[in-house]
């Protein structure tokens, strides 16, 4: 499933192609793929048709394109789920073929870029879009990251969005605020970490890694660190997930690709996930994976040793 750094990349390739651009026609090809969408709020298409878009702005995995052009637009966001197989792709409309499994194709009008087209991919349709309506923000801050670019939209975000806390590489993410939930919970850490109430972005991969870095095991009960070491933590999931960023998020199979088609490169820098059975980069000895919410948890048993 996309996580922060792959969603982020899809963002910064959306963002300098979208920014300012009308929207000239929508084709929803696959009504399931608007199941987040409230109908009774309006008809996507005409909802969407004519509208000028404002920013790509992105919390945790939650990717959104602020509206305007009139009372109907003002205040509402195509709101953007990836689930487990979608992508969002930039295309000229001398594009050659179709892709196989477009589910919604928006065509733009760009000031500076001319026609373009964003289609919205998705094999298995666990991903959406919708138009939703901008509430402000809890904390009265930016609601995520957009590139600088501000609007009245700005201290706001999509009402899908706003029970998601902020990610750990957002300004306005509250290291305090963490250590606290921390110490108020104990149920396992890694648990907490995919808690997107309490953080968000971080998903299995990134946890497993972080974990590793500080040689943490993903059952200890997160109320039993010290602040000093869910600091430690902390620091150490922002480093992971900003690797991951610089190098392009992590790909396992075709189905990840940012805007231009491209694959991520993280999976070759992977300590932890995925190398059940292989040494322990920092000490040698056969990692390990154990089942885990319906997914598994990799790490090794002599330096995440649960205590």
């Not at 963002?11 to 300012?20: M, N």
Request: a neutral charge.
């Amino acid at each position: 499933m996309p996580e922060l750094p792959e969603v982020e990349m899809v963002r910064a390739g959306l963002a300098p192609a979208v920014t300012g651009a009308m929207v000239s026609a929508v084709e929803v090809l696959e009504p399931r793929s608007l199941k987040r969408h409230d109908a009774a709020s309006g008809d996507f298409e005409t909802l969407l048709t004519g509208a000028r878009i404002d920013a790509a702005v992105r919390r945790g995995k939650f990717l959104w394109l602020p509206l305007s052009g009139d009372e109907r637009r003002d205040g509402r966001a195509v709101v953007g789920h990836l689930g487990m197989s979608g992508q969002m792709l930039l295309r000229t409309p001398d594009h050659p073929g179709d892709d196989a499994h477009a589910r919604v194709r928006v065509h733009l009008e760009h000031p500076e870029h001319g026609e373009l087209r964003v289609d919205f991919v998705d094999q298995r349709i666990f991903g959406s879009l919708a138009i939703d309506r901008l509430v402000p923000t809890a904390d009265g801050e930016i609601g995520g990251f957009s590139d600088g670019v501000t609007g009245e939209w700005a201290r706001q975000v999509p009402a899908q969005v706003a029970h998601i806390a902020r990610d750990p590489l957002d300004p306005a993410f509250s290291e305090r605020a963490f250590v606290a939930a921390l110490a108020k919970r104990g149920t396992a850490i890694k648990r907490v970490l995919l808690d997107q109430g309490v953080v968000s972005g971080i998903g299995n991969i990134y946890a497993d890694e972080s974990l590793w870095a500080v040689r943490l095991h993903g059952e200890q009960p997160a109320s039993s660190l010290s602040s000093r070491r869910a600091r430690e933590l902390l620091g150490a999931v922002r480093e992971v997930l900003g690797k991951a960023l610089a190098e392009g998020g992590t790909s396992f199979d075709a189905q990840y690709v940012n805007v231009n088609g491209a694959s991520g490169y993280f999976e070759h820098s992977l300590n932890a996930y995925g190398r059940a059975g292989k040494p322990c980069p920092r000490c040698g000895t056969a990692m390990v994976r154990e089942q885990f919410m319906n997914r598994g948890s990799h790490f090794c048993p002599r330096c995440q040793r649960l205590r």
